[in-house]
């Protein structure tokens, strides 16, 4: 039995477990649920010995573990895969791998020995590993969270703690890790899965813990609960449903246009095949995809981090200005610096930066009160703007990025897996921010990219699909969800 006794954590003035207890029986996929910032990821944290408590113990098998130390969780049989993945990013995947429990020569290196080992494991969990040698800091987050996963069973860990691992899984790839957890509970191991997906936990779980604030505030079976019942204890009566906006009778002019966008590669692989739409004022253009197929690339061309190979991107400035503000998947590497406060952050954006500067010269105290301002807006867990970013927990460094974004008042948000991380009413507060933003008078655009097919059938009106490298609008006669799925994995008409 895995057990947590009275855990008590502390960040700062931030109580962020208070005298939690926890337990989890051999053979069993326990889910732990709770809004952002309940303190799921902390206790997981704790039992995984990345962090110590500063009260309770964890124990397993009787035995307590011994505090803040990793290596001894792991050598006791524990293996957690974090939301962001801990990967190198400069060196290849199979590399990574290597340091996991893949190499079990006590000799020389036999990276092709870990290749085909890791191919042989993803092919049962139904996925296909990158190109040999390619290095990680080109792969998607998909991709690098399928690697954690790999890296984490390569140990054959009795207990495996899982941080919101179906976060970026597409709906074809969904099934087969459902199943790949109900195996690992078939050969006796503890799965502890921490979702924001409750229909997900309870088709998979046993049991259910429900954090709320640091504290537990039930346990329950998925028999005795509900989606709904779910919701109420993890965040009491807030509305979790997007706000109803009215779609605005006609889109207005167009804001963005994309004509035959291509990308080619180094080695003149073809990423991006010709893309061509284009988004209007008033518009939520979605689309859906399995990670991989040209999406990362398609939002660094947007937000010109690459060069195109040809075609054009054409941005229509309004009569006030504007431009197109984008709100990157990798909110770690990409988003913000996490060794920066809040304040620092959000000034990054040049907008931003220019309301509070007069010239030339950085006013700091109005820098602060604007971001104390869009804290509240935005109802970001922090203590402050003096905070630095690494201290805010996945789903808060989330709306950070989507403050930003708005705040800065441009034409376009390009948005890629904006509520990846995020509770029921963080996702609910985010689809509002970006309904009033594009229905707002004068209308902004939006394009949102996403493997969560509710999350796009809720709220855009138009939806493609990118499938290797091409994309081709849907009609309303394919909102079918298992008829998108199959043309996200590529299946032709």
Excluded: Y
């Excluded at 009275?6 to 700062?12: L, S």
């Excluded at 984008?326 to 909110?331: A, G, M, Y």
């Amino acid at each position: 039995m895995l057990r947590a006794n009275a855990i008590t954590k502390r960040f700062g003035r931030t109580l962020a477990l208070d005298a939690v207890d926890f337990e989890a029986l051999p053979g069993e996929i326990h889910a732990l649920v709770g809004e952002n910032g309940a303190g799921k990821t902390t206790l997981m944290n704790v039992l995984a010995g990345s962090l110590a408590a500063d009260h309770g113990e964890a124990i397993l098998d009787g035995r307590p573990l011994q505090a803040g130390s990793p290596r001894a969780a792991l050598a006791a049989g524990i293996a957690a895969v974090h939301q962001s993945p801990m990967l190198f990013e400069r060196m290849t995947w199979e590399e990574n791998l290597a340091l996991g429990g893949f190499d079990t020569n006590a000799g020389a290196l036999d990276l092709d020995a870990i290749a085909m080992r890791a191919r042989s494991l993803a092919a049962k969990l139904g996925f296909e590993m990158p190109p040999a040698a390619a290095t990680v800091e080109n792969r998607s987050v998909a991709e690098r969270v399928r690697l954690e996963v790999l890296r984490a069973l390569s140990f054959n860990p009795r207990v495996l703690i899982l941080d919101e691992p179906t976060s970026v899984l597409a709906p074809s790839e969904l099934t087969a890790f459902l199943d790949l957890l109900r195996n690992l509970r078939g050969e006796g191991r503890i799965v502890v899965l921490i979702t924001h997906k409750l229909a997900e936990a309870i088709a998979v779980a046993d049991r259910i813990t429900v954090l709320r604030r640091g504290r537990v505030v039930a346990r329950t079976t998925p028999a005795q609960t509900s989606e709904e019942k779910l919701a109420g204890l993890m965040i009491g009566e807030i509305e979790t449903q997007p706000a109803a906006s009215a779609t605005p009778s006609h889109a207005g002019d167009p804001v963005l246009q994309i004509e035959n966008l291509t990308l080619d590669d180094h080695s003149g692989r073809r990423i991006l095949d010709r893309l061509s739409f284009s988004v209007a004022a008033g518009e939520i253009v979605g689309i859906a995809g399995v990670d991989g197929n040209g999406q990362t690339e398609l939002v660094e061309l947007l937000a010109g981090a690459r060069h195109s190979s040809s075609g054009k991107i054409n941005l229509h400035e309004g009569p006030s200005g504007g431009a197109m503000a984008v709100i990157p998947q990798n909110r770690d590497l990409d988003g913000l610096i996490l060794d920066m406060r809040l304040w620092e952050n959000l000034i990054l954006a040049r907008p931003l930066r220019e309301r509070v500067t007069s010239h030339g010269w950085l006013n700091t105290s109005r820098a602060i009160d604007l971001c104390r301002e869009l804290i509240d807006r935005f109802r970001i867990r922090a203590p402050g703007p003096e905070t630095f970013a690494s201290a805010l927990s996945g789903g808060n460094r989330q709306r950070l990025e989507v403050a930003r974004a708005i705040a800065s008042r441009p034409r376009v948000i390009v948005a890629h897996n904006i509520c990846r991380g995020l509770d029921l009413a963080a996702t609910a507060e985010v689809h509002r921010t970006i309904l009033d933003f594009a229905f707002a008078a004068g209308g902004g655009a939006v394009i949102l990219i996403s493997s969560d097919l509710d999350e796009l059938l809720a709220i855009c009106g138009r939806l493609l699909i990118i499938s290797r490298g091409k994309i081709r609008e849907t009609n309303p006669g394919e909102r079918d969800p298992e008829r998108l799925g199959l043309l996200m994995a590529g299946a032709r008409d």
